[in-house]
């Protein structure tokens, strides 16, 4: 029996059925990311999960948003497919071949998929905002069960619950520093008294916790977190008796902070000294960090390959730097690819801040104030941990494309953020030349 054009094409699912199957299947990727359930249903373990969710969200990437890529041309895209490009480009050269194909076409593969998705995906403030809320909740859920657990390492340490990527306690506490600001915007966000309270109490947690990982990158990068969200949610939100909050909170911070905790922190300026748990860890990081240095100038082209420089450089550790991993595994144009990946999602965020049409808008303002602090906070804790491969930043850079397009489609349209439609139509082009959208 013939099959007509017409019939063909009630078959076949829309353009918005085609970006609503590729949203679920974002939500179910950070759902199995962050959230990890097969760390704690019994059973689940033994089902591929997160292979699962990364087949799924290939497919969303295939199909939900095949008709977007000649429609949508974001710089940070372009930039990104450029490293990853670079990545491929280096394999010949790599030190080890097969750990760097295996790595380039897993790990890194996901790091494309990720954002792509984010970007092309996501077309209003409500699924932003619930992607941002699933991510927060977890890491926070996380933090406070593994304290009411007491999940603690040999040192002593905070560890997070399961065997995910929140397991390991640097790890662990980058990610509570990096959402801190997340949850504060929805603290900020709602009237709701029980909300407000569980969101605060939520925040003060996630700073327990950071205290109880140990880790120095952990607190350098809540440090960082915390000051800037004094700025944009205190100063320059109108709300100035924050500003009030560190030296109120300074005294009680010392009294409750863990054991040895003030000789942990010494040991980022000074020599480690008895209690800092140190181990030897500041004296091996500052020779990981001269290494990988040392590598980046032999090899300042292609690298020596993926996930090479634990066997190339006979440490058997990572750099537990995130940007001279990229220089010494792929060379300085990776790096420079993904300064710039980052510079351009800062520049998503000031279009949006700076935008006329949206400064009297509290609810986009607190988004894009909060992914400013995290943002930020992650430039500093880059500094410290490896992470190049890992999908949290590339989550983040995505949610600043995402609210630059719909924040864009929303001024251009004269809707409000948050409101109908769905699905937006195919980007014109932004209000600010330049800042991430070509037509």
């Excluded at 007491?150 to 306690?169: I, M, S, Y």
């Excluded at 003030?262 to 020599?271: K, P, Q």
């Excluded at 809707?415 to 959208?437: D, K, T």
């Amino acid at each position: 029996m013939a099959w007509s054009a017409g019939k063909i094409g009630k078959m076949l699912p829309s353009r918005e059925q085609q970006t609503t199957l590729a949203y679920r299947a974002l939500i179910a990727l950070s759902f199995i990311y962050f959230v990890r359930p097969e760390d704690y249903i019994p059973g689940l373990g033994y089902i591929p999960i997160a292979k699962i969710a990364g087949g799924i969200s290939l497919l969303a990437l295939i199909f939900g948003v095949s008709g977007q890529w000649q429609e949508n041309k974001p710089r940070e895209l372009r930039l990104l497919y450029m490293l990853y490009a670079w990545w491929c480009l280096g394999l010949p050269f790599s030190s080890w071949k097969s750990n760097s194909i295996m790595l380039v076409f897993t790990d890194c593969v996901k790091c494309v998929v990720v954002l792509v998705l984010v970007s092309l995906v996501v077309n209003s403030m409500r699924e932003l905002r619930q992607l941002l809320k699933l991510q927060a909740a977890a890491v926070m859920l996380n933090a406070m069960g593994a304290i009411l657990l007491h999940k603690v390492d040999v040192d002593g340490r905070l560890c997070g619950l399961g065997n995910g990527a929140l397991f390991n306690p640097n790890d662990l506490a980058i990610n509570i520093a990096l959402n801190w600001p997340i949850c504060a915007m929805f603290f900020f966000d709602t009237s709701d008294p029980l909300f407000k309270t569980m969101w605060g109490f939520g925040l003060l947690i996630m700073i327990r916790g950071v205290m109880m990982t140990y880790s120095r990158s952990g607190f350098l990068a809540l440090s960082m977190a915390v000051f800037v969200v004094l700025l944009e949610f205190g100063w320059r939100g109108g709300r100035r008796w924050m500003l009030a909050l560190p030296f109120l909170c300074l005294v009680p911070a010392v009294l409750l902070a863990p054991t040895n905790y003030g000789a942990r922190l010494e040991s980022i300026v000074g020599t480690p000294g008895a209690g800092s748990m140190d181990r030897g860890s500041a004296e091996a990081r500052k020779e990981l960090l001269i290494r990988s240095i040392e590598i980046t100038a032999t090899h300042p082209l292609f690298g020596i390959g993926v996930g090479d420089f634990q066997s190339y450089s006979n440490m058997w550790m990572v750099t537990h730097n995130t940007y001279t991993e990229l220089s010494s595994e792929g060379g300085i144009p990776a790096l420079v690819f993904f300064l710039l990946l980052l510079r351009q999602a800062f520049r998503n965020l000031r279009a949006v801040r700076m935008n006329p049409a949206l400064k009297q808008d509290e609810k986009t303002q607190l988004i894009a104030s909060s992914l400013w602090a995290a943002l930020t906070a992650y430039t500093v804790g880059a500094f410290f941990a490896s992470t190049a491969r890992l999908l949290f930043p590339y989550f983040l850079v995505g949610y600043t494309t995402a609210l630059y397009k719909i924040t864009s489609l929303a001024t251009e349209t004269t809707q409000i953020p948050g409101s109908q439609p769905a699905v937006v139509p195919r980007p014109r082009r932004g209000p600010a030349p330049g800042y991430g959208w070509s037509g």
